[in-house]
T-cell receptor
Framework: SQKIEQNSEALNIQEGKTATLTCNYT??????LQWYRQDPGRGPVFLLL?????KEKRKERLKVTFDTTLKQSLFHITASQPADSATYLC???????????FGTGTRLTVIP | DAGVTQSPTHLIKTRGQHVTLRCSPI?????VSWYQQVLGQGPQFIFQ???????GRGNFPDRFSARQFPNYSSELNVNALLLGDSALYLC??????????????FGPGTRLTVL
């Protein structure tokens, strides 16, 4: 069955360092992958979409890579700040029917 | 501009009851999707509606149903509530529901507790 895994439930890093989050998927070849941020008690907020023919995408301090051979996406936050603390979710359209399937999320804490 | 709104914010029900959750999309958006998020998990897709037609359904029992109205607002109905239905129910709206090109905007969710 299709599965989306995010590397760890929680990640703690020091302010100013680069946070790297991993999203792995199996049994599917998605055309694109999305990353969202979710704060406690709030709905997810869209951050970035990367397509299968794009190796890397950047937006301000965010960088996403997409390796369709490894079936993996990496999400980087450079020069991390305490305000970056949140849960980060990756999402794929696993059926080609415009229905998003989410990973379990990684809770990032940036320590001042 | 107002974002996606959902009502109620919180809801407490008992097993066997029925619940209706409501969602108003962003003005101009014609697609609404519903997700269930259990504590500690990612959102799980339930339904997608576009122009009042069901476009997709996730792996949920028939106790879950939804509809979209002519003004593009939507209702999610859950019958015969079970303890396991306790979750945050999220609504997301987009222009046309094309997840490849349309950004999905999520509402704040309705927290449902089943006792």
């Amino acid at each position: 069955s299709q599965k989306i895994e995010q590397n760890s439930e929680a990640l703690n890093i020091q302010e100013g360092k680069t946070a790297t989050l991993t999203c792995n998927y199996t049994n599917y070849s998605p055309a694109y992958l999305q990353w969202y941020r979710q704060d406690p008690g709030r709905g997810p907020v869209f951050l970035l979409l990367i397509r299968e023919n794009e190796k890397e995408k950047r937006k301000e301090r965010l960088k996403v890579t997409f390796d369709t051979t490894l079936k993996q996406s990496l999400f980087h936050i450079t020069a991390s700040q305490p305000a970056d603390s949140a849960t980060y979710l990756c999402a794929l359209d696993l059926t080609g029917a415009n229905n998003l399937f989410f990973g379990t999320g990684t809770r990032l804490t940036v320590i001042p | 501009d107002a974002g996606v709104t959902q009502s109620p914010t919180h809801l407490i029900k008992t097993r066997g009851q029925h619940v209706t959750l409501r969602c108003s999309p962003i003005s101009g958006h014609k697609s609404v999707s519903w997700y269930q998020q259990v504590l500690g998990q990612g959102p799980q897709f339930i339904f997608q509606y576009y122009e009042k037609e069901e476009r997709g359904r996730g792996n949920f029992p028939d106790r879950f149903s939804a509809r979209q109205f002519p003004n593009y607002s939507s209702e999610l109905n859950v019958n015969a509530l079970l303890l396991g239905d306790s979750a945050l129910y999220l609504c997301a709206s987009s222009i046309a529901g094309q997840t490849y090109t349309d950004t999905q905007y999520f509402g704040p969710g309705t927290r449902l507790t089943v006792l």
